[in-house]
């Protein structure tokens, strides 16, 4: 899933002058595919974990993450000494920056509501006006990448159909919410990114954004590179942190 994300990103351009290394992560006793809140939690611990870990190999300029229900946020971005970018996080900031309205696509009911918390966490969640969702697992959506050859797939009926579904839905949150801006959130889901921009296109709607959520994430961190920073210390303090304020 994620070597077809950045051989994606490479085929545009989007990573000219950045390496990207894919951690494996770390394991997790959860077994199974469901994501919900106390899946989140569970994986969490192990986010936190990799990142101390990558942090301390000291070979890297920023760390990335790619699950859209963005596990561990708080307590990563507090134990990182790194610039971290969530995917959603970043992907609801850029469309914020381009418009006013918004809707994020994810997979199921139960991930839906957990990027609606996450944005009220983030303070855009006046801008979110559907976190919407195609009940297909990513067990089935990357049976699809790995059964057709990208410059192939749209022309398979299961692909047409699975691409076609994430297109209704963003039309639904164009003319129902009048959104600006799309945002995929799961990362399985964003492999068919380029085709649901064509559906957009086809349907008329190519003045629409479309974001891909680990693409953001990806600018996000090549931003906070470049420019030198990173997540605030007093946002994210430790018990460590000299300049307290004097009230929260």
């Given amino acids: 899933m994620m070597r077809e994300l950045i051989s994606n990103l490479k085929a545009h351009g989007q990573l000219d002058g950045v390496e990207i290394d894919?951690?494996?992560?770390?394991?997790?006793?959860?077994?199974?595919?469901?994501?919900?809140?106390?899946?989140?939690?569970?994986?969490?611990?192990?986010?936190?974990?990799?990142?101390?870990?990558?942090?301390?190999?000291?070979?890297?300029?920023?760390?990335?993450?790619?699950?859209?229900?963005?596990?561990?946020?708080?307590?990563?971005?507090?134990?990182?000494?790194?610039?971290?970018?969530?995917?959603?996080?970043?992907?609801?900031?850029?469309?914020?920056?381009?418009?006013?309205?918004?809707?994020?696509?994810t997979t199921t009911?139960?991930?839906?509501?957990?990027?609606?918390?996450?944005?009220?966490?983030?303070?855009?969640?006046?801008?979110?006006?559907s976190v919407r969702y195609v009940s297909r697992s990513s067990t089935y959506t990357m049976a699809l990448v790995r059964?057709?050859?990208?410059?192939?797939?749209?022309?398979?009926?299961e692909v047409k159909e699975f691409v076609g579904s994430i297109v209704d839905q963003f039309i639904r949150a164009i003319e129902d919410?009048?959104?600006?801006?799309?945002?995929?959130?799961?990362?399985?889901?964003?492999c068919f990114l380029d085709e649901v921009r064509q559906g957009l296109d086809a349907a008329g709607y190519h003045e629409i954004i479309l974001i891909g959520a680990f693409a953001a994430a990806v600018e996000m961190a090549r931003a906070m590179v470049n420019m030198k920073v990173m997540q605030a210390r007093r946002a994210y303090p430790t018990d460590s942190l000299k300049a307290k304020p004097a009230f929260r």
């Fill in 22 to 105: 894919i951690d494996e992560g770390e394991p997790t006793d959860h077994g199974e595919e469901t994501r919900d809140e106390a899946v989140v939690t569970n994986i969490a611990a192990g986010v936190v974990k990799r990142v101390k870990a990558v942090c301390e190999m000291g070979k890297y300029d920023a760390i990335i993450t790619q699950a859209g229900i963005e596990p561990g946020f708080l307590a990563a971005r507090t134990v990182s000494k790194l610039p971290i970018a969530y995917p959603v996080h970043s992907a609801l900031h850029f469309a914020s920056l381009l418009g006013e309205r918004f809707s994020v696509l």
């Fill in 109 to 129: 009911d139960a991930q839906a509501l957990i990027i609606r918390r996450n944005a009220q966490l983030y303070g855009l969640n006046h801008k979110l006006t």
């Fill in 147 to 157: 059964k057709y050859r990208k410059e192939e797939r749209m022309n398979s009926p």
């Fill in 177 to 190: 919410e009048g959104v600006d801006c799309v945002i995929i959130g799961s990362p399985h889901q964003q």
